[in-house]
């Protein structure tokens, strides 16, 4: 397992937005469904060594973060796109992701060849000397999933990476998630239940902090077979679970 | 976005590029163009960073550090360069008073969130976000130390003078750090290290009757050290990176 995580809790002040979750995630793409202030962010901090855990175990690529070698360790396997992506609008694409795989401590010989594929990968070839300032808010997300896959990471974390991309960079984005499901655990934490339908294997849906429901997609439609609101059958199943979890 | 080895017909070609030899993988060839194409060469400076850091990640770190950007360095030799003036004319020691506010607000400045763009990406990296900020308070510090030597030997000032400002400087450059880290605000940095300054100064003025007994007073030198380790101590601690409870 790439992921586990056993009573995970994180507290700001009084609030508490992870409230003590448990996850184990192999390879695959994993689904992070949940309404705005559900804990998927603040979960996927911690699983990017960003946010320490209030309280809790953490294990990522079968290490502790919690000491210094290891969570290096881990940082090395690790490709991250927070929600929101801070950019240097002076850096051109390529030398933007460059950067992120010399911090990464990728040995410096592989990173342009790295930087190259992770560049076009993402369908950003004509625009990799283009200054980071000159590019749609759409590009700017798909650099940051270019500096996210540049180390060909083993557990990968997406906030919300469709986010500014039109349907037809939606389509190709979700075929990379499947490819890159095959070697690596992928976590994508989104709101939009197609692409979940499309690309992952797991669900993972949060409320509260908490998670009310983990299955495969067709556990999900199953459960909101009959009752729930929404136009389509995950959606369905998707506000059945959460009616459900309130209750 | 592609996907891979999809795009290419029987013959290992992409569509409309033409049929090309089995054995030749077009994808891994662009790829290695690209590479080449686009590959960045770093200047003499960054290669230099790199050898002595062993880390071009950490000298690349280093080279986008915004208090080290040409502005900034050209704005605190202006700032210098004036003060060496004032002082020449009027005898007023502004360079040695002037130089530990500069770099105070340069540490604060180096690195941090609202300050540093990508702050919350680099803290996901495995060139730790602590190392980043050391070298680039180190840098910050040792070029602002330059420039003050530089401008306080041409404004013709005494030597207790001239060299009196480096351990205030250290004690100011540290206060600086300590509440930028700990504020998770650059302004908070450079407001509380002015304002500790100014205290400072004003308070030996009051003292002895002269602006620079903050620079000059010998009896200040073990103060300013321990202090500019407990703020260093505070720094550290601010910055530990979230061991969590795994």
């Known amino acids: ?247 | 976005m592609t996907s891979g080895h999809d795009m290419t017909d029987e013959y290992g070609s992409r569509p409309g590029h033409g049929p090309g030899p089995q054995d030749v993988d077009l994808d891994r060839v662009w790829t290695g163009v690209a590479a080449e194409v686009w590959l960045r060469r770093p200047g003499p400076v960054e290669r230099l960073a790199g050898r002595l850091l062993r880390s071009p990640g950490l000298a690349r770190a280093l080279l986008t550090t915004p208090s080290l950007l040409l502005g900034w360095v050209i704005a605190s030799a202006v700032v210098l360069g004036t003060g060496a003036l004032v002082t020449l004319r009027t005898g007023t020691p502004l360079v040695a008073l002037l130089a530990p506010a500069l770099a105070g607000a340069g540490i604060a400045y180096a690195y941090g969130p609202g300050i540093d763009p990508a702050w919350e990406l680099s803290q996901s990296m495995a060139i730790g976000d602590r190392m980043v900020l050391l070298v680039r308070a180190l840098a910050v510090f040792g070029l602002n130390a330059i420039l003050g030597l530089v401008a306080s030997a041409a404004s013709g000032a005494a030597a207790a003078v001239t060299f009196g400002w480096l351990v205030p400087m250290t004690a100011v450059c540290a206060l600086a750090l300590a509440a930028a880290t700990v504020g998770r605000s650059a302004n908070v940095g450079v407001l509380v290290g002015l304002t500790g300054w100014l205290i400072t100064v004003l308070s030996a003025r009051t003292v002895t009757g002269q602006f620079s007994a903050a620079l000059t007073s010998t009896t200040l030198t073990v103060p300013y050290l321990i202090f500019a380790a407990c703020c260093a101590a505070i720094a550290l601690y601010a910055t530990r990176i979230p061991g969590g409870t795994s």
């Not at chain 1, 804990?39 to 855990?53: D, E, N, Q, Y």
């Not at chain 1, 790295?114 to 950003?124: F, K, N, Q, S, Y």
């Not at chain 1, 974390?157 to 960079?169: F, H, K």
Request: charged residues 20%.
């Open chain 1, 1 to 247: 397992m790439n992921v586990e995580l056993s009573e995970l809790t994180r507290r700001f002040g009084r609030t508490e937005a992870v409230a003590g979750v448990d996850l184990e995630a192999g390879p695959g793409v994993l689904g992070l469904l949940g309404p705005n202030g559900a804990g998927k962010t603040s979960l996927l901090r911690m699983m990017a060594t960003v946010l320490p855990p209030s309280s809790g175990t953490m294990r990522l690529l079968g290490r502790d973060p919690g000491s210094f070698g290891p969570r290096r360790e881990i940082r090395r396997g690790l490709g991250y796109l927070p929600q929101n992506l801070g950019y240097y609008p002076g850096f051109t694409v390529a030398e933007f992701v460059e950067y992120f795989a010399l911090l990464k401590d990728m040995p410096p010989r592989q990173v342009p060849r790295a930087v190259a594929a992770a560049i076009e990968h993402v369908g950003m070839g004509d625009k990799a000397r283009k200054k980071l300032r000159t590019l749609s808010g759409g590009m700017l997300r798909r650099v940051g999933i270019a500096q996210a896959i540049v180390n060909e990471p083993e557990l990968l974390l997406l906030d919300e990476p469709t986010a500014g991309l039109d349907p037809e960079q939606r389509v190709a984005f979700r075929t990379l998630l499947r490819e890159f499901g095959q070697r690596a655990t992928v976590i994508v934490s989104t709101h939009l239940v197609e692409d979940v339908a499309a690309a992952c294997s797991e669900v993972t849906l949060m409320d509260a902090g908490k998670i009310v429901f983990h299955g495969t997609p067709g556990e999900l439609i199953a459960a909101g077979t009959g009752h729930g609101v929404g136009d389509a059958p995950l959606e369905r199943g998707y506000t059945a679970v959460l009616a459900a979890a309130r209750s």
